[in-house]
Nanobody, 126 residues
Framework: QVHVAESGGGSVQAGGSLRLSCELA????????MVWFRQAAGKEREGIAA????????YIADSVQGRFTISHENAENIVYLQMNDLKPEVTAMYYC???????????????????WGQGTQVTVSS
């Protein structure tokens, strides 16, 4: 049984940093598409970062470019979202989603993901 779990959220002051983690447990695939989404209160869900765990592809949305980075733990289905210089407007629930065994060219934020985590809350105060 595949399971996605996020961790690392919390409350920080503006200018601070957080690192979110996402683990895809129970998957036998090493070629997975893993994506971070966020959804603020009253807003639509937004795909902000993606990575292909077999290598060769990373994506960061323009809205977080320069402040967020995505990375992958080698040989593990664990990805990280490093968030720096946080601003109150990034306050949201952050979700991780995964698609197992896909080709690299299919790894996009608009993919139909079959595994989602419960989310981790990020709150930034001014």
């Amino acid at each position: 049984q595949v399971h996605v779990a996020e961790s690392g959220g919390g409350s920080v002051q503006a200018g601070g940093s957080l690192r979110l983690s996402c683990e895809l447990a129970g998957s036998s695939y090493k070629s997975n598409c893993m994506v971070w989404f966020r959804q603020a209160a009253g807003k639509e869900r937004e795909g902000i970062a993606a990575i292909y765990t077999a290598g060769g592809y990373e994506y960061i949305a323009d809205s977080v470019q320069g402040r967020f980075t995505i990375s992958h733990e080698n040989a593990e289905n664990i990805v990280y979202l490093q968030m720096n210089d946080l601003k109150p407007e990034v306050t949201a629930m952050y979700y991780c989603a995964a698609a197992e065994g896909v080709k690299r060219t299919y790894c996009i934020v608009g993919l139909d993901f079959n595994s989602w985590g419960q989310g981790t809350q990020v709150t930034v105060s001014s």
